[in-house]
C-alpha cells in the first residue's frame, strides 16, 4: 500500500520536509481491530502538532517515529471495512464507516491506503454523509459534542457564545446548539461571517474588532447562558467571563494559551497550564461563572450518535487534495495558518 511516513521527530514547522510517500506491507487487523480501506483522511493542526511533539503544548500524546519504526501521521478517517479482527461484533466486510484514532494514539494512522482502528473508535457512516464529509466530521464532531450536549446541556431559548465559530468544530458546534433551541452568537473572521450566518448563528461579530465587547453589549449579545472558547487566550477568558451570567459557564478546548500546540512549552510551562486549568476549574465553582475544559471521552460517543441519527449536521469542508507528497506537504503549510 501506499503511505505517508516521517522517520524522526520533526522540528517546530519542519513536519512537511520530514514527510515521504512510501510504498509498505498492509496491515493486519489485531482481534479487536477493523482493517480500513480508506476512502478519506483529514488533515488538521492536531495531526500536525501531534507529529512535531507541542500537542497541549508539549504533552507526549503520539509515538515517536525513528527510521526503524516509522510512525504513518493521521487522526480522522472515514472508508470501507475490508477485513476484521476474531472479537468484532459491530461491523462487517462491506461496511461503510468513519471515526478517529483514540488513545493510545497508533504508530499506523489513516495517511495511507489503508489503516487498522480498533472497533470502539468507529461509527457507521450515515447514508446523508460523503466520505469526505465522515472523515472531516470524526474528530471535530465529537469535541463539537462534548461542549454543546455534554458541557452545555443546551436547552431551548438559552444564550450562547461561540467563539471561533468558523473552524472545524466552531462550525458543527453552531449546528448542534441550533439542534437543541439555542440562541447562537459567533464571532468569526469577517470573511466567514457570511458562511456563519447560513448555519443559523443569530448574530455574528468580527473578532479583530477592537470594540467587539461594546459590539456585544449594544446588540444584547450579554448576560450569556454559556460561552464556548475553540480560540483560547486569557483574554478571550476574561471577555467570556465578563459577558456571563453568574450562573453561568465559561466552556473552552483550549485554554489559557492561544492556539495551544503552536508552540512547545516544556514541563514547566505546562505544568503552568495544567494548573491554571485546574485552579479555574476549582476557584469558579464556587464563585461563578463555573469554567470548564473540554475533554471528550467514550461517554461522549452515545451523544455523537444520537445527533448522527437526526441526519441534522454536516461538517464544512475548507479544501479537498489528492493523495501525493507534494499536495500533503502544501496542505499542511496551509492548515497550520489557522485559516
Known amino acids: 500500500m501506499q503511505a505517508i511516513i516521517i522517520t524522526s521527530r520533526p522540528q517546530k514547522g519542519d513536519l512537511p520536509n520530514e514527510v515521504k510517500l512510501i510504498t509498505k506491507i498492509k496491515p493486519v487487523p489485531c482481534k479487536n481491530e477493523v482493517l480500513i480501506k480508506i476512502s478519506c483522511a483529514t488533515i488538521t493542526i492536531d495531526d500536525i502538532n501531534m507529529q512535531e511533539g507541542s500537542a ?54 489513516p495517511w495511507a491506503e489503508y489503516c487498522c482502528i480498533k472497533e470502539e473508535f468507529l461509527f457507521q457512516k450515515p447514508n446523508y454523509l460523503s466520505f469526505q ?7 471535530s464532531g ?18 450562547i457564545l461561540i467563539i471561533g465559530a468558523s473552524g472545524g468544530v466552531g462550525t458543527l458546534a453552531i449546528q448542534m446548539a441550533k439542534n437543541c433551541g439555542a440562541y ?11 458562511l456563519v450566518k447560513s448555519l443559523g448563528a443569530e448574530k455574528v461579530f468580527d473578532y479583530a474588532s477592537t470594540s467587539l465587547e461594546e459590539d456585544l453589549i449594544k446588540e444584547n449579545c450579554d448576560n450569556l447562558d454559556f460561552v464556548l472558547d475553540l480560540v483560547g487566550g ?40 495544567l494548573s491554571y486549568i485546574g485552579w479555574r476549574m476549582f476557584s469558579y465553582s464556587f464563585k461563578g461563572p463555573k469554567y470548564d475544559f473540554v475533554s471528550p471521552t ?27 507528497q507534494k499536495e500533503i506537504q502544501e496542505a499542511i503549510n496551509y492548515v497550520r495558518t489557522h485559516r
Do not use: M, W
Not at 142 to 159: E, W
Open 56 to 109: 497541549l503544548g508539549g504533552i507526549p500524546i503520539g509515538p515517536t517515529a525513528s527510521i526503524e519504526k516509522p510512525v504513518i501521521p493521521g487522526i480522522e478517517l472515514s472508508g470501507i471495512v475490508e477485513d476484521i479482527g476474531s472479537d468484532i461484533s459491530k461491523f462487517k466486510v462491506g461496511d461503510a464507516v468513519f471515526g478517529s484514532i483514540g488513545l493510545p494514539i497508533k504508530r499506523e494512522g
Open 298 to 324: 467514550k461517554k461522549t460517543y452515545p451523544f455523537f450518535k444520537q445527533i448522527l441519527e437526526t441526519n441534522s449536521i454536516k461538517p464544512i469542508i475548507d479544501k479537498e487534495i489528492n493523495f501525493t
Open 234 to 273: 486569557k483574554e478571550i477568558e476574561k471577555l467570556g467571563i465578563r459577558l456571563l451570567k453568574k450562573s453561568g459557564k465559561f466552556i473552552t478546548s483550549v485554554g489559557p494559551i492561544k492556539y495551544l500546540g503552536d508552540n512547545k512549552l516544556g514541563g514547566i510551562g505546562i505544568l503552568k497550564l
Open 184 to 194: 447562537v452568537i459567533a464571532t468569526c473572521s469577517e470573511k466567514n461571517k457570511s
Open 133 to 139: 464529509e465522515a472523515a472531516a466530521l470524526a474528530g
Open 142 to 159: 465529537i469535541v463539537a459534542c462534548s461542549a454543546i450536549v455534554q458541557g452545555c446541556k443546551l436547552q431551548k431559548n438559552q444564550k
